[in-house]
């Protein structure tokens, strides 16, 4: 097996167009912006780089066609029992004598770096994208999140990963019945006059910006592996989500003028650009704004749902989802809502996700792998 260091301009097009060749006959395989990939690898984008180092590996057989392709990586702030690197960006063809090589290829990598364990597939950079190895439920992916063949679960559990931990997506259809506990809590938080909902608006993006990070800091900054956001992050998120904000299903609640909780909203991305083939010069940023204006985007996704600790269990959950849904039922074409990932050690945000009346839509794992056999292997803490 012949191994190549991702760094010419013709490495890198093979490694963004090898999936290509795997998935041409699944019509669920939604190509991922090549830009988006290109940006965990640059080092002036990524900021991780500042924290660890990666590079990214092509394999091909004797005959000099591409079997196979990786990323390995070290960050110094995934901190975990035992020194432990990451893989991503894994693809293969399926024969498990070509895999077994790629993942010893990337062991010995991480071994040199002094790591004892790898975790993969996962992302050199936040859980937010590109993170897992899909399981279960093997329908068109949202945006940014990895989609992969039946047979690679094979491949990581012959070779001898385990599951870390298991992450789990939520969906329902838009139009599905609200439940009678909720219509019953909207219906008593409506009695209560200082308490009101509204829609995130353009115009008042930098408000919506401060209500957002004042509601999350105070629902989530605090549990589990949460981060204090500031205003200024959270203004920078907003802007860079402008283009693709639909005004009708972000929704924030107040009581009198003070945020109390919100349920942040977008339109899939992955329902438009899934014509691009992976490219997004200006030619397709134009296309793009012509197909979101006129083609219909029929799946929404949930990015954040809060509320501040002390209206925790007190039916503004349900007064909010009333409001936005009745709201978004008739102003708009969407039919599927899908939540993104929440992770298995977390079972106080999947009892919120089961709260909306959502089932699992599909499932991914990370998985581990210990270099030392003989060590207890442990999964991922509940919070």
Known sequence: MKVINVVSKESVSEFLNFPKLL?????NYIRPLDQDIENVF????????????????????????????????INK?????????????????????????????????????????????????????????????????????NYNPPYYKSLFENYGFQIYFNQLCFGRKIHD??????????????RNENITAKPLQLKSLEKFARDFTSV????WASHGEGKQLTELQTLKMFKTLK?????????FVYENEKPIAMWMNIPDLNQWIKFFNGKFGILYKLLFLIIKKFSKNKKMVGLVFGIIPEWQRKGIDGFMIW???????KTTDFEDYEMQWIGDFNPKMIR???????????????????FDETKEFKRQEIL
Request: hydrophobic fraction near 35%; include cysteine.
């Open 23 to 27: 998935f041409n006959k699944d019509e």
């Open 216 to 219: 999350y800091n105070q629902a």
């Open 77 to 145: 702030k995934y901190k975990q029992d035992q020194p432990t690197g990451g893989i991503g960006f894994f693809d293969c063809v399926d024969n498990q004598e070509a895999a077994n090589f790629i993942f010893d290829f990337a062991k010995d990598w991480l071994q040199q770096k002094g790591m004892e364990a790898m975790d993969g597939p996962i992302n050199f950079g936040e859980r937010d994208k590109f993170w897992g190895l899909l399981i279960e439920g093997f329908s068109e992916p949202l945006y940014a999140m």
């Open 243 to 251: 283009p693709v904000i639909n005004e009708h299903i972000s929704w």
């Open 177 to 190: 019945p609200v439940a009678r506990n909720f219509l019953e809590m909207h219906q008593r938080i409506s």
């Open 323 to 329: 409001e936005g849904t009745r709201h978004f039922q």
């Open 352 to 370: 919120i996700a089961e709260n909306l009346e959502t089932k699992v839509t599909r499932k991914l794992a990370t998985y581990r792998y210990l």
């Open 42 to 73: 640059d080092s002036k984008k990524n900021k991780f780089f500042k924290l660890g180092e990666c590079e990214r590996f092509l394999f091909k057989n004797d005959e000099g066609k591409t079997v196979g392709k990786i990323a390995v990586f």
